[in-house]
Nanobody
Framework: QVQLVESGGGLVQAGGSLRLSCAAS????????VGWFRQAPGKEREFVAT????????SYIDSVKGRFAVSRDNTKNTAYLQMNSLKPEDTAVYYC?????????????WGQGTQVTVSS
């Protein structure tokens, strides 16, 4: 079983950037695809991005394409979400998740989340 801890959230002005990290422990992250999700107040959790175990395959929700980039460093047991050109509508709690299957939906293991707030 893998444990996930997100970090890197915070308050940023519109147009700014943040890089979220997802550190894995318990099992090595190269056993898993890693997904990023977010949940804004009063809204359902939504898929944001995912990366395959090797990093060869990536997928993004349309609203973040060209602004966000998912990556991973299996030697550091960590995945990342680089977020550029942030907008107020990106404000949410961001979660990383891991699963043995590359997917935009089902994930078995979840982190606790990190808050991202984008001010206008």
């Amino acid at each position: 079983q893998v444990q996930l801890v997100e970090s890197g959230g915070g308050l940023v002005q519109a147009g700014g950037s943040l890089r979220l990290s997802c550190a894995a422990s318990g099992r090595t992250i190269d056993n898993y695809a890693v997904g990023w999700f977010r949940q804004a107040p009063g809204k359902e959790r939504e898929f944001v991005a995912t990366i395959s175990r090797s990093g060869s395959y990536k997928s993004y929700i349309d609203s973040v394409k060209g602004r966000f980039a998912v990556s991973r460093d299996n030697t550091k047991n960590t995945a990342y979400l680089q977020m550029n050109s942030l907008k107020p509508e990106d404000t949410a709690v961001y979660y990383c998740a891991a699963d043995s299957i590359f997917s935009t939906r089902q994930y078995q293991f979840w982190g606790q989340g990190t808050q991202v707030t984008v001010s206008s």
